[in-house]
């Protein structure tokens, strides 16, 4: 198995033809997905290609779901706590922040998730979800 860094998913996924090392490392992300037999992307890794995909290629949280669905379709890529990021992604598409909801998918097993951010609460709040994130 070959674990997989932001930077190959995001060469696989976005086409970029007015970056020169883009249009070189592209064909070369494309082979890496093509010929591996097993690979393995981190939750950490999800994390960062989304700040990557909006800060940078300005995808919407519609888009970067499907980016993120593709891939966790894919059946020779294992996402690590797919079910997790997946929940998560249907909560961004919704409006919360995709950490945000990374974090609370994470805390399942939690009663509640404290934070001094008041959006996130909110946002949670509104979207009835658990646990139940409180504002310090």
């Not at 494309?30 to 940078?56: G, K, M, T």
């Not at 294992?78 to 909560?91: F, G, K, P, Q, Y």
Request: with cysteine; hydrophobic share 45%; aromatic share 8%.
């Amino acid at each position: 198995m070959i674990a997989l860094d932001t930077n190959v998913i995001a060469r696989f996924y976005v086409d970029d033809p007015d970056d020169l090392e883009a249009v070189k490392q592209r064909p070369v992300a494309r082979q890496v997905f093509e010929s591996a037999n097993a690979l393995f992307v981190p939750q950490s890794v999800v994390l960062e290609l989304e700040w990557v995909l909006r800060a940078f290629y300005g995808f919407s949280a519609s888009q970067f779901a499907s980016v993120v669905r593709h891939l966790t379709g894919l059946k020779h890529v294992t996402v690590e706590s797919r079910t997790s990021v997946i929940a998560a992604l249907d909560d961004h598409v919704k409006g919360l922040d995709f950490a945000d909801a990374l974090h609370l998918r994470a805390s399942q097993s939690c009663e509640a998730v404290v934070s001094f951010d008041r959006k996130f609460s909110q946002r949670a709040g509104r979207l009835k979800l658990q646990p139940l994130v409180r504002s310090l």
